[in-house]
């Protein structure tokens, strides 16, 4: 059986910004809350840590940096895949070497790539890794879907371990399930799927809403692997409108806007995203005092 990275809550965190580039001091402080707080891993630079517009130099040392700072408390997985198979490959070399736990590994995007070029690209990245490897599907941001008989061929490959499933299809995720098996873990990509994907063999999320909740997100993952699945569903539904509010706009200009009020770095996004609409931040703002 293959090694699990991690199982429950991997929180997706935010990179604090500025304009004059990373607030380092801000996501130390996050890094170390989530930390307190009980997550299980972090996943660093990937779509809610704005990877695709950091530059070359950045995306590195965030994932140095986060290395660092964890200190092997908990597993880190770098964001390395990119639309460029060489460049994912560069970047995931650089991350095995850098000390990162396990890579997280995207679709081709823009560009996309046949169900043969998907094969060819993950298979290519994962030859290279030292490290295990997470397949990223999330075909609304990327135009590109991972086939479950694809997710079956990659799964035979020693460091492809596992999959975050965010493309929001139920059945195609009980469809990889029945193929992989014990070859690949499966993660919910969204966080409002937790509890129906960990009831599918699913184990656990990686996760957007655990940068503002990390232990009440890690609290539903455990109260269902603790066999309290009501108890985990009536968590997982208690906080649906806050996980709403989270993807009213694109992420993670929603998520951003709430770690900076948590005094977690500036509401500072690059281009092309800008700052979250006023009334959706007072109405974001609102649910989260709720959950207090």
């Known amino acids: ?31 170390e809350w989530q930390i307190q707080q009980g997550v299980n891993a972090i996943v660093v630079a990937g779509t809610t840590g704005e990877g695709s517009t950091l530059t070359d130099e950045e995306h590195k040392d965030v994932i140095k940096f986060a290395v660092e700072k964890v200190a092997g408390r908990i597993p880190v997985i770098a964001g390395t895949g990119s639309n460029d198979t060489a460049y994912a490959i560069e970047l995931t070399k650089f991350a095995c070497e850098a000390g990162a736990d396990g890579m997280l590994v995207v679709t081709p995007y823009y560009n ?3 169900q043969k070029g998907l094969l060819q690209s993950f298979t290519a990245i994962a030859d290279a890794s030292t490290k295990p490897v997470i397949l990223y599907n999330v075909p609304g941001r990327t135009g590109c ?6 997710c079956a061929e990659l799964a035979k490959h020693p460091n492809i371990v596992g999959i ?5 299809n139920i059945s195609q995720i009980a469809k990889i399930a029945s193929l992989v098996g014990d070859d690949m873990d499966i993660y919910s990509g969204n966080d409002d799927q937790i509890v129906p994907i960990m009831s599918l063999g699913g184990k656990g999320v990686i996760s957007v809403l655990s940068n503002i909740l990390p232990k009440e997100t890690v609290e539903i993952c455990d109260l269902y ?12 539904l208690k906080y649906l409108e806050l996980i709403d509010s989270l993807f009213c706009e694109v992420n993670p200009i929603p998520v951003k806007a709430a770690t900076a009020a948590m005094g977690y770095g500036e509401n500072f996004l690059r281009l092309p995203l800008t700052p979250m609409d006023e009334k959706k931040k007072e109405n974001m703002f609102r649910l989260m005092k709720e959950c207090e």
């Open 145 to 150: 879907n991972i086939e479950p008989e694809t």
């Open 164 to 168: 975050k499933e965010a493309s929001g």
């Open 225 to 236: 692997f603790a066999g309290k699945t009501a108890e985990s569903a009536k968590l997982q």
């Open 1 to 31: 059986m293959k090694k699990t990275v991690f199982t429950g809550v991997a929180t997706a965190i935010v990179t604090p910004l500025n304009e004059n580039g990373i607030d380092y001091e801000s996501f130390e402080r996050l890094i």
């Open 112 to 114: 996309k790539a046949t």
